[in-house]
């Protein structure tokens, strides 16, 4: 997977060269490159921003450089969608980052300041996309965000590919608890199953916490599935534990 970001900071990015995401790019499995549109103003103070039009705070990235700047990632990724960070976006759920990971390549566009010219996304933009209902300072952490969780979608990314088929939102539920040596830490024990090392009771008791977890905290994601007559089963005996 090839990935260009538009940023004016590609310094912020340097995050990625640890952990998963630093092996991912060691591997090659994807190309992470960045355009700066500070690269592509042509007056001698390199400005990228300008005051907003009828006034107000705050300042919008201009749409010159910008425009340079896209065009040139386009011409070296041609087939790439173009892709701008903003909280204006559709909120990003695991189902999106799939489809995404499915793209042989992207182009990311982190905006700054109040927002880019509305020009350069009627003329440019392909998507929007957010990371949640909060405003950051820039797209760079958003990009980042995403940039992170395609990578894990990216086979050959993880140790253990199993390890995805565990993510949370993977199985359109929430992870069960996890847990490690000492067996018995800060007075509290391990759940007895895990200790027994019998397989089934230990997927069962992982599957009943994945239900009840998500029924406890995101019920909305447990009205859009169906469950099997075995995870109800599951869920209502964590519900009926839960009440006792
Ligand atoms: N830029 C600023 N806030 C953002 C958000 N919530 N998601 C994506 N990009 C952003």
């Not at 489809?99 to 350069?120: C, F, H, M, P, W």
């Not at 199993?162 to 993510?167: G, H, I, L, M, V």
Request: glycine share 8%; with cysteine.
């Amino acid at each position: 997977m090839k990935i260009i970001v538009i940023t004016l900071f590609p310094e912020i990015f340097n995050a990625l060269n640890s952990g998963i995401s630093g092996r991912a790019l060691k591997n090659n499995l994807l190309t992470l490159t960045f355009i700066n549109p500070r690269d592509f103003t042509h007056d001698p103070y390199h400005r990228v921003d300008d005051r907003p039009y009828g006034g107000g705070p705050g300042m919008v990235l201009k749409p010159e450089p910008l425009w340079e700047a896209i065009m040139a990632a386009k011409s070296q990724l041609p087939s790439a969608k173009v892709i701008y960070l903003s909280p204006q976006g559709k909120t990003l759920t695991q189902k999106h980052i799939q489809n995404g990971a499915s793209q042989k390549e992207i182009i990311l566009v982190a905006g700054r300041y109040e927002g880019i010219d509305e020009r350069i996304v009627t003329m440019l933009i392909d998507e929007e996309w957010s990371i949640g209902d909060y405003v950051l300072s820039g797209g760079e952490l958003a990009a980042m965000v995403v940039i992170d969780a395609l990578i894990r979608c990216l086979p050959g990314s993880l140790g253990d590919e199993a390890s995805r088929e565990q993510d949370s939102f993977t199985s359109g539920l929430l992870d069960y608890p996890h847990y490690t040596r000492p067996e018995i830490f800060a007075k509290m024990t391990v759940p007895e199953v895990l200790l027994r090392g019998n397989h089934q009771a230990i997927q069962r008791w992982r599957m009943k916490q994945s239900l009840g977890r998500t029924w406890l905290r995101r019920l909305d994601l447990l009205k859009q599935r169906l469950l099997s007559q075995e995870q109800q089963a599951l869920l209502d005996e964590f519900m009926q534990e839960y009440t006792e």
